[in-house]
């Protein structure tokens, strides 16, 4: 018991000791709003890494690993087989609590960047973000190339939302690096948490975390919130639009 | 011009989903049908989930029926007591059929079964449309007489009502049946069913032509209008901007479709009508017998907004 409490201080000590850089991020806009006519943006995330006294002085090249996850969501994805001739949903898988939307982000090819094991504890690249599933009765992420994680991995990927890009940050100076987040038409509702990872030869030096935001803003919001909890009063707007519309087509219409 | 959907949740070409309701308003004012059959495809078709697509075409229909109605009343051409029948079994399919959508939604099979009942509904009604309208093309060019109208076994049934102005004495049982199946398939296609009504009010029922269309278009107006307060309630599907687009095109092109359907003969327009209904029914089995492109289909289950 004691050793343990003393292996764990020293690790924390040693921790806080090999821990002699900084990130400083920020993201150009915190907020993004959906509008009626939004067709996608795109967000620009921007950071220095800062040296302290304790730096090694050696230590000159970086690598940096930004993950950004959207809201979590339970997905389904189904799997069609051909029964009686015609294409059936037949096999699924729940997918619980991931990112709708994600994207990872690196200066150069995630493997050149840290060890396979590394990669795979600090969730680097597609193939090792964690991705929960239901197997009847229990919860576990799968191997990487199982069909249903890949499938939805790739559909994902498809309508944009979860995408990686090993050449997307840049280091514009060897401390001040920048990169873009692309986010498509139909992109989700909710808090972005964004995290920031700092290698140096393989080793993960620090890290640092940053978030925003997307919001449906005016009409749009408005359609969208009324028609969820006030189900009844949107139908009968609906219904009433309907008559109106067919009343003054017949009246503009009218033969005399 | 991109306007974005609140409930389909995507972008959409303001201007091509006009045109869209535009064409099928003019197809719909042709042949006197509100046009949900062509409408819920080319809707699937530009990538909107075919759950969002029967709900919104609903409140589509409604205002296309709607106006039509309207007209009908002022020439006296709806039957009100048979309306009323008709509508009484027409609710009760609505709800049956918004509740039977809600369960296969569910089960993960709404959109199976949506293509399914397309295939069977879609081949079937079309192919005795055409050979019908085929039929009656031949006799008009032999130049013989139409075969005289006899009463069938719907006439022996019991429970008789006189309905004054279509003037027909005619048991209320087939009429509810009719009504409640009409509902029930328009409510899980998002279908007015006006397509299939009226060939069954006209051949089975022995309506006459004065008061067919116009009390059919009663039925659909109002099984529409509760299949829309019901999708809205129960599923929250009903995307109200993308219906308005759809019924400003739509009531447009029905008026200029109106007028070109005067043109055309009636035989002719029922083997036109046909020959669409067909297509669209080819097309949907055609989807579920090649294999898709994809395998895999996702579905969120509620994002944490």
């Known amino acids: 018991m004691m050793r343990t409490l003393l292996a764990l201080l020293l690790v924390l000590l040693l921790g806080s000791v090999a821990r002699a850089e900084r990130l400083i991020v920020s993201v150009s806009n915190h907020r993004v709003t959906v509008t009626p006519n939004y067709s996608g943006e795109e967000l620009v995330l921007f950071g220095s890494v800062e040296k302290d006294a304790t730096t090694p002085a050696d230590r000159t090249a970086y690598d940096l690993v930004v993950t950004v996850m959207g809201p979590r969501a339970d997905m389904v994805t189904r799997r069609k087989e051909r029964t009686f001739g015609i294409w059936i949903n037949t096999d699924y898988r729940q997918f619980l609590q991931v990112p709708s939307y994600l994207a990872l982000f690196a200066n150069r090819p995630f493997d050149a960047i840290t060890s396979p094991e590394i990669a795979r504890r600090q969730q680097i690249g597609l193939n090792n973000v964690r991705l929960t599933q239901r197997v009847s009765g229990d919860f576990a992420d799968v191997v990487p190339n199982d069909a249903f994680r890949s499938a939805f991995i790739r559909l994902r990927t498809q309508r944009g939302l979860y995408r990686e890009d090993p050449s997307a940050v840049t280091f514009l100076t060897p401390t001040l690096f920048r990169t873009g987040i692309p986010l498509p038409a139909e992109v989700p509702i909710g808090t972005y948490e964004v995290e920031i990872k700092l290698f140096a030869n393989g080793a993960l030096v620090t890290k640092t975390e940053t978030a925003f935001e997307i919001v449906k803003v005016g009409f749009e919001q408005f359609v969208a919130t009324t028609a969820r909890q006030n189900g009844f009063v949107y139908g009968l707007a609906t219904v009433a639009m309907a008559l109106m519309t067919g009343w003054m087509a017949s009246i503009v219409f009218r033969k005399d | ?305």
């Open chain 2, 1 to 305: 011009m991109q306007l974005y959907l609140p409930i389909a949740d995507l972008p959409v070409n303001v201007f091509l989903v006009l045109a869209m309701g535009a064409a099928v308003g003019f197809v719909s004012g042709m042949f006197g049908i509100g046009g949900g059959f062509l409408m819920t495809p080319l809707l699937i078709f530009i990538g909107i989930t075919p759950a969002v697509a029967v709900a919104s075409v609903a409140s589509h229909i409604a205002a296309s029926s709607f106006s039509g109605a309207l007209t009908y009343w002022r020439r006296r051409a709806i039957d009100p007591a048979l309306a009323s029948v008709l509508l009484s079994g027409g609710v009760t399919g609505t709800a049956l059929g918004v509740w039977t959508f809600t369960q296969l939604r569910a089960l993960g099979q709404l959109d199976l079964m949506i293509a399914l009942s397309y295939v069977v509904l879609l081949t079937t009604v079309g192919s005795l449309m055409f050979s019908e309208g085929l039929r009656a093309l031949m006799r008009t060019r032999r130049g013989a007489v139409p075969p005289r109208r006899t009463h069938n076994w719907i006439h022996g049934l019991p429970l008789k009502m006189r309905f004054k102005r279509s003037k027909i004495y005619l048991s209320v049982i087939p009429v509810l049946i009719v009504g409640t199946v009409i509902g029930f398939i328009g409510a899980i296609m998002g279908i007015g069913g006006g397509f299939i009504l009226v060939p069954i009010m006209i051949y089975l029922l022995r309506v006459p032509t004065s008061t067919v269309i116009g009390t059919s278009m009663v039925l659909t107006l109002v099984t529409m209008l509760v299949a829309t307060m019901l999708h809205a309630v129960t599923n929250h599907l009903v995307d109200a901007v993308l219906a308005l687009i759809l019924m400003v095109g739509g009531v447009t092109g029905a008026q200029f479709g109106a007028r070109a359907g005067q043109k055309i003969r009636g035989e002719q327009l029922r083997l036109l009508l046909g020959l669409l209904i067909l297509s669209v029914g080819v097309r949907f089995a055609i989807e579920l017998v090649i294999q898709p492109a994809d395998l895999f289909t996702i579905r969120e289950l509620g994002v944490g907004t």
